[in-house]
């Protein structure tokens, strides 16, 4: 009994010592900066690629969508050439006639309601491309701001400083900014691919509906990739709106649990 209560006095009287994973505060708050530092590093390498790889596709993209915007847009003006052959037309026609107005001098010029149409299209995925490359440096911007640089401060300050941006960007949906980019890019190739298979109806049907059809198989393989990655988790098919899909699925579930438990 004696034994006990000599060994139960020692315990108590003996300081525990710290464990040896984590070492002092100092040890802890080093390791856990190499650590952030490394996430951090990687993270920002990631979406830093493939932002440079947007950018060089929108790049290219809006150089493809201008060739065909520069005669789209003659559709919607008269021609010279055409004015000036009504113009002597005119004359050889109505040469003795001295009554002539302004009116009269102008030729007529209907615009077509599908040069219209076409027009809109291509500048709008002309729009959606410049978008995305603005955005794109925008977002490199965001990154480089978040990036370490020129800190001061011991460890542990640097360390929180970390934490704080990295909560703000978590807050702000830097994330999800970034990731849905790329869908302006998307949507400005289906805005394209509708616009030239709408300007070849008028030249050749069977051209046109090549077109469609490449258009619409490669929605189907975009929206055959979401689903397919929204339904297996390991399936590695996944874009940022089966991301979306699955963070929502994620937050009504939990919700769904919460509410089933009270």
Same mark, same amino acid.
């Given at each position: ?59 290219? !993209?809006?150089a493809v969508i ?125 805005? !394209? ?12 049907h069977t051209v ?5 059809? !490449? ?48």
């Open positions: 009994m004696s034994s006990i209560l000599t060994r139960l006095r020692y315990i108590l009287r003996s300081k525990p010592k710290e464990p040896s994973s984590f070492g002092s505060s100092d040890d802890f708050w080093t390791k856990y900066d190499t650590l952030a530092e490394k996430f951090d590093k990687e993270m920002l390498d990631r979406l830093n690629t493939d932002l440079d790889v947007l950018l060089v596709f929108a790049g290219l !993209f809006s201008t060739a065909f915007i520069v005669p789209a847009m003659s559709a919607l003006s008269p021609n010279p050439a055409d004015q000036t052959n009504y113009l002597l037309t005119y004359l050889i026609v109505n040469g003795t006639n001295h009554s002539a107005t302004t009116n009269d001098l102008t030729m007529p010029f209907p615009v077509d309601k599908s040069a219209v149409r076409q027009n809109c299209l291509f500048f709008a995925s002309l729009c959606c491309s410049v978008l995305a490359a603005g955005g794109a440096v925008l977002a490199k911007q965001w990154l480089r701001e978040y990036a370490r640089t020129q800190q001061t401060g011991s460890v542990d300050q640097q360390v929180k400083k970390r934490a704080e941006r990295f909560a703000g960007a978590e807050k702000w949906g830097l994330h999800v900014v970034v990731k849905i980019l790329p869908l302006l890019l998307l949507g400005s190739v289906a805005l !394209f691919f509708y616009a030239l298979a709408d300007s070849l109806l008028s030249v050749n046109a509906y090549v077109i469609w059809g !490449f258009g619409i198989a490669g929605i189907a393989a975009y929206v055959f990739t979401v689903v397919v990655a929204v339904v297996y988790a390991a399936c590695p098919y996944r874009t940022a709106v089966s991301g979306t899909i699955i963070s929502i699925q994620a937050a009504a579930q939990s919700l769904v649990y919460s509410k089933e438990f009270l």
